[in-house]
């Protein structure tokens, strides 16, 4: 009887000869210190460069072949053999970032300090970054007085509008969105939401769940915080009390 020998790959020359890493694992790694990098060089880039941000800027909305001048800055950050998804939530990032005002920018280095090929040497990324849902509970926290209440409301309706959309609705509902969280003074984590708009196609439902997840969560964190403030506070005002008399 003829017995087959499996196929074992040599392995690289001057690898040291171990279990290699989690295969999906290792690429969600590298994918994200791409998604990292490139949303880090973005912001630096309108920080620095007026001509390049206006170019960014001009995307917002637009599909890919509406916007000529952004692929001399975008095109050499796209993963190789990109699917059109991708190549999409690229541009779109890029263009709201670009939109924002210009003193919502993280402090910034110079551009050139950063690249495609610098990717990986920021070291690991998060697994999971800040979603959607807890930016929007950042802007129904952060709202003074009254305010909270109107934020509340126009938060969950914008919130739940996006996690019902197609690929397409959401590049166009996003923008507006985003713009909104940001004139708000709530962080939006770029390079969670590069990576969700990537792969909305594929698992919108799962990414839909966590926004509202991290919304409803960081809304119950923030309201227990604030009864436990206010029970202190009364504690305090009312002092210890009294003994009975005996």
């Not at 003074?144 to 197609?166: H, I, V």
């Not at 909104?180 to 919108?204: E, F, M, N």
Request: glycine share 6%; charged share 20%.
């Amino acid at each position: 009887m003829t017995t087959t020998t499996p196929h074992v790959p040599h392995p690289r020359s001057g690898q040291p000869d171990q279990a290699p890493a989690a295969p999906g694992r290792a690429a969600a790694a590298q994918r994200r210190s791409r998604q990292h990098a490139f949303t880090t060089w973005v912001e630096q880039t309108c920080v620095h460069d007026p001509g390049a941000r206006a170019a960014l800027r001009s995307g917002v909305r637009k599909n890919l072949d509406q916007v000529p001048h952004m692929h001399r800055l975008i095109a050499r950050w796209l993963p190789e053999n990109a699917a059109a998804d991708t190549e999409r939530a690229y541009y779109a990032i890029a263009a709201m970032i670009a939109a924002q005002p210009r003193t919502a920018y993280a402090a910034a280095h110079t551009p050139e300090q950063t690249g495609p090929d610098s990717a990986t040497a920021s070291g690991p990324a998060r697994p999971y970054g800040v979603s959607l849902g807890t930016a929007f509970a950042a802007a129904v926290t952060q709202a003074p007085g009254r305010e909270k209440q109107m934020r509340q409301g126009t938060a969950e309706s914008r919130l739940n509008l996006l996690t019902r959309q197609s690929v397409n609705g959401l590049h166009r509902h996003l923008p507006a969105a985003v713009a909104y969280l940001r004139a708000v003074g709530a962080p939006v984590d770029w390079t969670q939401l590069l990576d969700d708009l990537s792969h909305w196609r594929r698992h919108s439902a799962r990414i839909a769940r966590r926004w509202l997840q991290d919304y409803y969560r960081a809304r119950a964190k923030t309201e227990r915080d604030a009864a436990d403030l206010a029970d202190q506070q009364e504690a305090e005002q009312t002092g210890p009390t009294e003994p009975a008399a005996p």
